[in-house]
């Protein structure tokens, strides 16, 4: 299988092996690490740098990058991109990979084989997703391990010291990020560090940490209360100081954000609104799937209104007259921007009803229309139209988040994570599934 684009074909990573002569791949980063140096020891007294990264380019197949050379070569590459930008390579050198060497120290991937990249030979660029293949962006959401194979923050709390320093998997809601913490170490390095909290329905607070500025980064765009967070291969330690259990970020770790293969209990709208109701006013929010199809999508009339520029430290929406965040407010203004997001309200309709005013924003929103915000600003009012018949009464599969909200329309805060169009099979299949439990009732 390979991928095409007007300019050049891509080989899939399931393809590659090292007779292959100047590869070119694409990817989705969902994972990288650091810059480090070493010693050189063909140069006494120099060092050598190196980065490495995680690509993804299907559902089933992803595969670690490894990149050394000077340090204005390695630094550069590295601040070139971040984890969840798409990149192409052109002639990397595909070698078999060690495997209890290289998984000792990197995320296990399912590949024979890792990339090297060369300052001499290989060429790494940063593209929009978009430009190459949509459904790379859709692989940002799904876990590399079993979804269902993960820890509760309750059992790792219960276990206590007998997970000393074991690597597990963990999926669990973000309470609140931390402001990152900058220190020198006694060997005169820089260092940083960033505590996040997690709850589940098993515990309320759970701290994980991280100690390198790529998972740091990561963690600045999650959205307390809303972003919900798959951590593969997190080690977790018992902590003296605070008698408690810890999660620790390692450079095996992929973190993937809002998964949606962790979601599998399906709804009508009436379910859910009866399901939400029943939480006795618990802030624990409902995740789900409901076959059905947006009814109402205002993205055509007035383009303020489904516009919003967001805060790059914390994402969330700043005033529209201050343009300020009043979120992270304490943070100097100096280091902050804002940048263009969608925030469009839609209505869901299935054959129980309608759910009102679900918010469909950021990523999510650019994934269901096929488009960046910037691509949207270019359409005529007509073509924004089109756009929107494209979506509007089709069948989609939409995964969710739902909260209480007292102060919202329905009492119901509803998230989109996902939204694109559902098998037929599979949509028939849970609706007929549905009718038989009516009946049975």
């Known amino acids: 299988m390979a991928y095409s684009s007007s300019t050049r074909d891509f080989v899939a990573l399931s393809d590659l092996h090292p007779n292959l002569a100047r590869p070119n791949v694409i990817g989705v980063v969902i994972g990288k690490t650091d810059v480090r140096g070493f010693p050189d020891r063909k140069n006494i007294g120099s060092e050598r740098y190196t980065f490495s990264f995680t690509i993804r380019d299907s559902p089933t197949y992803f595969i670690n990058v490894n990149s050394w050379g000077r340090e204005e070569y390695i630094r550069s590459l590295s601040e070139s991109f971040r984890v969840g930008d798409c990149v192409t390579i052109e002639n990397p050198l595909v070698q078999s990979k060690d495997g209890e060497k290289e998984e000792k120290f990197n995320p296990i991937t399912p590949s024979c084989y890792k990339l090297l990249i ?95 500025n790529e998972s740091i980064q990561l963690a600045q765009s999650w959205i307390p209360r809303e972003t919900v967070i798959f951590a593969s291969d997190v080690r977790v330690n018992f902590d003296k100081f605070r008698n408690c259990m810890t999660a620790t970020v390692i450079s095996k770790t992929i973190i993937t954000t809002n998964p949606v293969e962790t979601i599998v209990d399906v709804y009508t709208v009436k379910q859910l609104k009866e399901k939400a109701l029943q939480s006795d006013g618990k802030p624990e929010p409902v995740f789900g799937i409901i076959y059905g199809y947006i009814s109402m999508l205002d993205i055509d009339d007035n383009v303020s209104k489904v516009i919003r520029n967001r805060c790059s430290v914390c994402r969330f929406v700043v005033n529209e007259m201050s343009n300020t965040c009043t979120f992270c407010g304490d943070i100097s203004s100096d280091s902050k921007s804002t940048f263009v997001s969608f925030d469009i309200l839609v209505d869901l309709t299935d054959h129980t009803g309608t759910l009102y005013s679900c918010y469909l924003s950021d990523c999510i929103a650019e994934e269901t229309l096929g488009c960046t915000v910037q691509e949207f600003l270019t359409l005529a009012e007509d073509k924004r139209t089109a756009l929107k018949w494209q979506l509007l009464l089709e069948r989609s599969k939409i995964y969710f988040k739902i909260t209480l909200s007292p102060n919202w329309r329905s009492g119901l805060k509803a998230n989109i994570l996902s939204c694109k169009l559902a098998n037929p099979i599979e949509a028939s299949q849970s609706l007929l599934g549905k009718k038989l439990q009516h009946v049975a009732w």
């Open 118 to 212: 060369s300052e001499n030979h290989s060429v790494v660029k940063t593209s929009s997703c978009y430009e190459m293949d949509t459904k790379l962006l859709s692989l940002l959401h799904l876990p590399v391990k079993d979804p269902q194979d993960y820890y509760s923050l309750g059992d790792i709390t219960a276990n206590g010291q007998s997970l000393d320093g074991r690597i597990l998997n963990v999926l669990a809601a973000v309470m609140s990020v931390g402001e990152p913490k900058y220190f020198i170490t006694s060997d005169k390095r820089k260092g940083q560090r960033c505590e996040v909290k997690l709850y589940d329905e098993t515990e309320m607070s759970f701290p994980i940490i991280c100690w390198d």
